[in-house]
């Protein structure tokens, strides 16, 4: 019984600290491919389209489109991320344009829960009105 117990343990373990991502897991462009609330998935399209570039200094840039007036904007955030193994997290740090001793100041802007994760697939949790959307992205191999 011990050594069946073992086992199990084993391939638990195993199995859940394999779905945790690594920072080279993250690393490229994530392209938003919609989000799913309450049940339902909501595609993107022309106004709610988003993609974010992890690099590998720890720097990010993300680009989304959205309707303003019938006028479609755009607007980018770059800054510095961190990810948490231990919560399964990313962080996301707003590039301040002010430098103290010559460093570029970066602020703490907000977290994003990691729910799944695969090769091809990263999905965030963001909370909207206390109500959780999972938004999904997929890895594009374009620079």
């Known amino acids: ?3 069946l117990l073992f086992f199990l343990f084993s391939w638990i373990s195993s199995t859940v600290l394999s ?3 690594t920072d080279e897991e993250i690393y490229g462009t ?3 491919q919609g989000y799913e609330f309450n049940g ?3 595609p993107t399209n022309a106004w709610n389209s988003e993609s974010i570039h992890f690099k590998e200094d720890y720097s ?3 680009f989304q489109t959205f309707l303003n007036r019938s006028n479609i904007d755009t ?3 770059k800054g510095k991320w961190s990810f948490n193994a231990t919560s399964n997290a990313l ?3 707003a590039d301040e344009e002010r430098y103290a001793n010559n460093d570029k100041i970066f602020r703490y802007a907000s977290t994003a829960k990691i729910s799944f994760k695969s090769d091809q697939y990263l999905v965030i949790d963001s909370l ?3 109500r959780t959307l999972h938004i999904r992205f997929q890895k594009t191999t374009a620079t």
């Open 19 to 21: 779905q945790v991502p």
């Open 60 to 62: 990010f840039n993300a």
């Open 30 to 32: 994530w392209v938003k």
């Open 91 to 93: 962080f996301f740090f």
């Open 1 to 3: 019984m011990r050594v």
């Open 40 to 42: 339902s998935f909501y």
């Open 128 to 130: 909207v009105n206390n």
């Open 75 to 77: 607007a980018t955030a």
